[in-house]
């Protein structure tokens, strides 16, 4: 089973510039998100989609960045215009709608492994 | 919104079982517990899954008290190749609710030595 799937793998871009990721998840998965990891911390959510549709966009920072996920598959993750904090690791992992194994159902994240952006 | 808290680092030798705790005093009654690896320039990924009680796996063991308030990941005789970092996850399963976040926690850096 291929893995989830981003591109590029590196980025270097000036302040002010913008620039997009993109991710193919997991056949079949439902679910895609997309986080952001700065250095030494843990990944953080940005959105979540369940198909096409916004599950959670409420640490997104609207004013610049943006996410689509046109007929619920790939996604594009768009930061305009770029400031320096905005370097980090950007990932975006998938997951199936409730996968019910022994009365218990299971929401496992596979992630892909991520755009390193960095904003000079 | 049920906040994680990990220790930032842990020591241990090849060979030995590592136990590390993280605490969730505000867990919500549909939301799982679930513990990530991460190695550098890699993205985490997945080791075990709980709800409460025990459960195993073939790589590790996850401990949960009645009161869920925390979790303990166990791994049995950890090699230099489970140096990395780990994170604990809370957050609701999917099928009828998938409201709340999904939060990871700090991490736990463990570090083990020959």
């Known amino acids: 089973e291929a893995g989830v799937a981003q591109s590029p793998r590196y980025k270097i871009i000036e302040k002010r510039q913008s620039v997009a990721f993109w991710c193919n998840p997991i056949s079949g998965h439902a679910t895609l998100y997309w986080y952001q990891q700065i250095l030494g911390q843990g990944p953080k959510l940005l959105i979540q989609f369940q198909n096409n549709g916004v599950v959670d966009d409420s640490q997104l920072p609207k004013d610049r960045f943006s996410a689509e996920r046109l007929k619920g598959v790939d996604s594009t993750l768009k930061i305009q215009p770029a400031k320096l904090e905005d370097s980090a690791v950007y990932l975006c992992?998938?997951?199936?709608?409730?996968?019910?194994?022994?009365?218990?159902?299971?929401?496992?994240?596979?992630f892909g492994a991520g755009t390193r952006l960095s904003v000079l | 919104l049920a906040k994680t808290t990990q220790p930032i680092s842990m020591d241990s030798y090849e060979g030995q079982e590592v136990n590390i705790t993280c605490s969730h005093n505000n867990i919500a009654t549909n939301d799982y517990i679930t513990w990530y690896q991460q190695f550098p320039s890699q993205g985490p990924r997945f080791i075990i899954q709980?709800?409460?009680t025990k459960v195993t796996n073939e790589v590790a063991s996850l401990f949960i008290p009645a009161d869920r308030k925390s979790s303990t990941l166990s791994l049995p005789r950890v090699s230099l190749s489970d140096t990395a970092v780990y994170y604990c996850?809370?957050?609701?399963?999917?099928?009828?609710?998938?409201?709340?976040?999904?939060?990871f926690g700090q991490g736990t850096t463990l570090q083990v030595k020959p």
């Open positions: 709980g709800y409460k």
């Open positions: 996850l809370v957050g609701p399963f999917y099928g009828s609710s998938n409201t709340g976040k999904l939060i």
């Open positions: 992992a998938s997951s199936q709608t409730g996968v019910r194994e022994r009365e218990q159902v299971k929401n496992i994240q596979y």
